[in-house]
């Protein structure tokens, strides 16, 4: 069974920066994406960023475009969300999503706070 576990939040306030961790283990797999989905308060979960590691390409929410980097290791299984110039309505549950042969797997998730 995959495992997901991610670390790295906080609080900070507006204008401020967070780095958020996130590593896959527990079995043997090769992993197709590792990303970030987001829920805050209320509302529904959300896509903020991912890499595709065939290619190494990066997808990005809008709404993060320009303040938030991911990044990663395929061969670690581990990735990094780099966060900058943080607004109060990036509070939220940060999820890591790691897909691997058409299965997706959540961590538990980790919260960071931003405040005004």
């Known amino acids: 069974q995959a495992q997901v576990v991610e670390s790295g939040g906080g609080l900070v306030q507006a204008g401020g920066s967070l780095r958020l961790s996130c590593a896959a283990s527990g079995r043997t797999f090769s992993t197709t994406t590792m990303g970030w989905y987001r829920q805050a308060p209320g509302k529904e979960r959300e896509f903020v960023a991912r890499i595709r590691w065939s290619g190494s390409s990066t997808d990005y929410a809008d709404s993060v475009k320009g303040r938030f980097t991911i990044s990663g290791d395929n061969a670690k299984k581990t990735v990094l969300l780099q966060m900058n110039s943080l607004k109060p309505e990036d509070t939220a549950i940060y999820y890591c999503?790691?897909?691997?042969?058409?299965?997706?797997?959540w961590g538990k998730g980790t919260l960071v706070t931003v405040s005004s």
């Open positions: 999503r790691v897909t691997s042969d058409g299965m997706a797997y």
